[in-house]
T-cell receptor, first 114, second 113 residues
Protein backbone atom coordinates (compact mmCIF):
# COMPACT_ATOMS: atom_id res chain seq x y z
CA UNK A 1 0.00 0.00 0.00
CA UNK A 2 1.45 3.35 -1.04
CA UNK A 3 1.88 5.88 1.74
CA UNK A 4 1.07 9.57 1.91
CA UNK A 5 3.01 11.45 -0.73
CA UNK A 6 4.16 15.05 -0.37
CA UNK A 7 6.07 17.40 -2.59
CA UNK A 8 8.35 19.18 -2.65
CA UNK A 9 10.49 17.71 0.12
CA UNK A 10 12.45 20.93 0.61
CA UNK A 11 11.77 24.55 -0.25
CA UNK A 12 13.71 27.73 0.40
CA UNK A 13 12.03 31.09 -0.24
CA UNK A 14 12.48 34.69 0.78
CA UNK A 15 10.04 36.39 3.09
CA UNK A 16 6.98 37.89 1.39
CA UNK A 17 7.16 35.28 -1.38
CA UNK A 18 4.45 32.66 -1.82
CA UNK A 19 4.79 28.89 -1.68
CA UNK A 20 2.54 25.87 -2.19
CA UNK A 21 2.75 22.32 -0.89
CA UNK A 22 1.02 19.29 -2.37
CA UNK A 23 -0.27 16.17 -0.66
CA UNK A 24 -1.65 12.93 -2.07
CA UNK A 25 -3.25 10.84 0.70
CA UNK A 26 -3.58 7.09 0.89
CA UNK A 27 -6.22 5.87 -1.53
CA UNK A 28 -9.66 5.72 0.02
CA UNK A 29 -8.82 7.87 3.03
CA UNK A 30 -11.61 10.37 3.58
CA UNK A 31 -9.86 12.52 6.19
CA UNK A 32 -6.84 14.65 5.43
CA UNK A 33 -4.81 16.79 7.84
CA UNK A 34 -2.13 19.44 7.48
CA UNK A 35 0.23 19.94 10.42
CA UNK A 36 3.00 22.47 11.03
CA UNK A 37 6.04 21.32 13.00
CA UNK A 38 8.46 23.96 14.18
CA UNK A 39 11.92 22.72 15.09
CA UNK A 40 11.96 21.19 18.58
CA UNK A 41 8.18 21.08 18.93
CA UNK A 42 5.47 18.53 18.26
CA UNK A 43 3.28 18.89 15.17
CA UNK A 44 0.40 21.36 15.37
CA UNK A 45 -2.81 20.81 13.39
CA UNK A 46 -3.51 23.56 10.86
CA UNK A 47 -6.53 22.20 9.05
CA UNK A 48 -8.58 19.02 8.79
CA UNK A 49 -10.68 17.97 5.81
CA UNK A 50 -13.41 15.36 5.67
CA UNK A 51 -13.66 14.51 1.95
CA UNK A 52 -13.54 18.01 0.42
CA UNK A 53 -15.13 19.85 3.35
CA UNK A 54 -13.27 21.64 6.14
CA UNK A 55 -13.84 20.12 9.59
CA UNK A 56 -11.40 22.18 11.66
CA UNK A 57 -9.32 25.17 10.61
CA UNK A 58 -9.24 26.93 13.96
CA UNK A 59 -5.42 27.07 14.05
CA UNK A 60 -4.91 28.12 10.43
CA UNK A 61 -3.59 31.71 10.07
CA UNK A 62 -6.18 32.59 7.49
CA UNK A 63 -4.67 35.95 6.61
CA UNK A 64 -1.77 34.17 4.90
CA UNK A 65 -2.49 30.43 4.79
CA UNK A 66 -5.04 28.71 2.59
CA UNK A 67 -5.77 25.09 1.80
CA UNK A 68 -8.05 23.21 -0.50
CA UNK A 69 -8.93 19.64 -1.23
CA UNK A 70 -10.64 19.50 -4.57
CA UNK A 71 -12.56 16.33 -5.42
CA UNK A 72 -11.81 14.99 -1.94
CA UNK A 73 -8.44 13.50 -2.87
CA UNK A 74 -5.28 15.62 -3.31
CA UNK A 75 -4.75 18.73 -1.27
CA UNK A 76 -2.64 21.87 -1.51
CA UNK A 77 -1.54 24.19 1.27
CA UNK A 78 -0.47 27.71 0.30
CA UNK A 79 1.31 30.46 2.19
CA UNK A 80 1.13 33.99 0.80
CA UNK A 81 3.07 36.02 1.82
CA UNK A 82 5.54 33.97 3.85
CA UNK A 83 7.10 35.22 7.08
CA UNK A 84 10.30 34.12 8.78
CA UNK A 85 8.28 32.36 11.49
CA UNK A 86 6.71 30.09 8.87
CA UNK A 87 9.97 28.15 8.65
CA UNK A 88 8.93 24.66 9.68
CA UNK A 89 8.16 21.17 8.40
CA UNK A 90 4.68 20.88 6.92
CA UNK A 91 3.24 17.42 7.39
CA UNK A 92 0.27 15.93 5.62
CA UNK A 93 -1.59 12.99 7.16
CA UNK A 94 -4.62 10.96 6.18
CA UNK A 95 -6.93 8.50 7.86
CA UNK A 96 -9.78 6.27 6.76
CA UNK A 97 -12.20 8.36 8.78
CA UNK A 98 -11.83 10.87 11.57
CA UNK A 99 -11.94 10.17 15.30
CA UNK A 100 -11.32 6.47 15.61
CA UNK A 101 -8.74 5.68 12.98
CA UNK A 102 -4.99 6.03 13.08
CA UNK A 103 -3.38 8.78 11.05
CA UNK A 104 -0.73 8.03 8.45
CA UNK A 105 1.81 10.79 7.92
CA UNK A 106 3.82 11.74 4.89
CA UNK A 107 7.53 12.62 5.03
CA UNK A 108 6.83 16.34 5.21
CA UNK A 109 8.05 19.42 3.36
CA UNK A 110 10.80 21.39 5.06
CA UNK A 111 10.28 25.11 4.42
CA UNK A 112 12.99 27.65 5.09
CA UNK A 113 12.05 31.33 4.84
CA UNK A 114 15.02 33.71 4.63
CA UNK B 1 -8.11 19.70 25.59
CA UNK B 2 -6.72 17.06 27.94
CA UNK B 3 -2.99 17.28 28.55
CA UNK B 4 -0.24 14.72 28.98
CA UNK B 5 3.09 14.96 30.77
CA UNK B 6 6.14 13.03 29.61
CA UNK B 7 9.84 13.15 30.49
CA UNK B 8 11.83 15.18 27.98
CA UNK B 9 14.36 12.42 27.34
CA UNK B 10 15.27 8.84 28.22
CA UNK B 11 18.16 6.52 27.48
CA UNK B 12 18.17 2.81 26.93
CA UNK B 13 20.63 0.11 26.01
CA UNK B 14 20.09 -1.93 22.89
CA UNK B 15 18.15 -5.18 23.35
CA UNK B 16 16.86 -4.13 26.76
CA UNK B 17 13.22 -3.28 27.57
CA UNK B 18 12.18 0.38 27.67
CA UNK B 19 9.33 1.80 29.73
CA UNK B 20 8.15 5.22 28.59
CA UNK B 21 5.82 6.86 31.13
CA UNK B 22 2.97 9.30 30.52
CA UNK B 23 0.80 11.13 33.04
CA UNK B 24 -2.71 12.28 32.09
CA UNK B 25 -4.47 13.15 35.34
CA UNK B 26 -7.29 15.09 33.62
CA UNK B 27 -8.29 12.27 31.28
CA UNK B 28 -12.00 12.06 30.51
CA UNK B 29 -14.17 9.03 29.94
CA UNK B 30 -14.13 9.35 26.15
CA UNK B 31 -10.37 9.90 25.86
CA UNK B 32 -8.36 7.12 24.28
CA UNK B 33 -4.62 6.99 24.98
CA UNK B 34 -2.60 7.02 21.76
CA UNK B 35 1.12 6.71 21.19
CA UNK B 36 2.89 7.92 18.08
CA UNK B 37 6.60 8.07 17.43
CA UNK B 38 8.67 10.19 15.07
CA UNK B 39 11.95 8.89 13.73
CA UNK B 40 14.52 11.46 12.62
CA UNK B 41 13.54 13.29 9.43
CA UNK B 42 10.26 11.38 9.12
CA UNK B 43 6.62 12.04 9.85
CA UNK B 44 5.09 10.56 12.99
CA UNK B 45 3.87 6.98 12.90
CA UNK B 46 1.16 5.29 14.92
CA UNK B 47 2.37 2.88 17.60
CA UNK B 48 -0.56 1.77 19.74
CA UNK B 49 -3.70 2.95 21.48
CA UNK B 50 -5.98 1.84 24.32
CA UNK B 51 -8.86 2.84 26.56
CA UNK B 52 -8.77 0.86 29.83
CA UNK B 53 -7.18 -2.54 29.28
CA UNK B 54 -3.55 -3.26 28.52
CA UNK B 55 -2.87 -3.65 24.79
CA UNK B 56 -0.22 -5.50 22.80
CA UNK B 57 0.74 -5.31 19.16
CA UNK B 58 3.78 -6.16 17.07
CA UNK B 59 5.49 -2.89 17.91
CA UNK B 60 4.88 -2.42 21.62
CA UNK B 61 2.69 -2.92 24.67
CA UNK B 62 0.59 -0.31 26.43
CA UNK B 63 0.01 -0.62 30.16
CA UNK B 64 -2.80 1.58 31.51
CA UNK B 65 -3.21 2.35 35.22
CA UNK B 66 -6.47 1.28 36.82
CA UNK B 67 -7.51 4.91 37.41
CA UNK B 68 -6.37 5.79 33.85
CA UNK B 69 -4.39 8.76 35.11
CA UNK B 70 -1.16 7.33 33.76
CA UNK B 71 0.10 4.86 31.19
CA UNK B 72 3.37 3.28 30.09
CA UNK B 73 4.55 2.38 26.61
CA UNK B 74 6.74 -0.71 26.70
CA UNK B 75 9.25 -1.60 24.02
CA UNK B 76 10.25 -5.14 24.83
CA UNK B 77 13.68 -5.14 23.19
CA UNK B 78 14.94 -1.77 22.09
CA UNK B 79 16.87 -1.57 18.84
CA UNK B 80 18.85 1.32 17.42
CA UNK B 81 15.95 1.94 15.03
CA UNK B 82 13.67 2.66 17.99
CA UNK B 83 15.54 5.90 18.68
CA UNK B 84 12.82 8.50 18.14
CA UNK B 85 10.54 11.03 19.80
CA UNK B 86 7.60 9.26 21.42
CA UNK B 87 4.35 11.17 21.83
CA UNK B 88 1.61 10.24 24.28
CA UNK B 89 -1.68 11.77 23.12
CA UNK B 90 -5.21 11.75 24.47
CA UNK B 91 -7.69 11.50 21.66
CA UNK B 92 -11.36 12.21 22.36
CA UNK B 93 -13.59 9.67 20.65
CA UNK B 94 -16.75 11.33 21.93
CA UNK B 95 -19.43 12.13 19.39
CA UNK B 96 -19.10 15.56 17.86
CA UNK B 97 -15.36 15.60 18.39
CA UNK B 98 -13.07 15.76 15.38
CA UNK B 99 -10.57 13.38 16.96
CA UNK B 100 -7.62 15.59 16.17
CA UNK B 101 -4.21 14.74 17.58
CA UNK B 102 -2.70 17.33 19.93
CA UNK B 103 1.02 16.68 20.17
CA UNK B 104 3.10 17.76 23.16
CA UNK B 105 6.88 17.82 23.36
CA UNK B 106 7.18 14.06 23.62
CA UNK B 107 10.03 11.95 25.02
CA UNK B 108 13.24 11.69 23.04
CA UNK B 109 14.48 8.12 23.37
CA UNK B 110 18.16 7.48 22.84
CA UNK B 111 19.24 3.86 22.35
CA UNK B 112 22.86 3.03 23.02
CA UNK B 113 24.59 0.06 21.39
Amino acid sequence: EAGVAQSPRYKIIEKRQSVAFWCNPISGHATLYWYQQILGQGPKLLIQFQNNGVVDDSQLPKDRFSAERLKGVDSTLKIQPAKLEDSAVYLCASSLLARKYEQYFGPGTRLTVT
Amino acid sequence: DAKTTQPNSMESNEEEPVHLPCNHSTISGTDYIHWYRQLPSQGPEYVIHGLTSNVNNRMASLAIAEDRKSSTLILHRATLRDAAVYYCILRDWGSGNTGKLIFGQGTTLQVKP
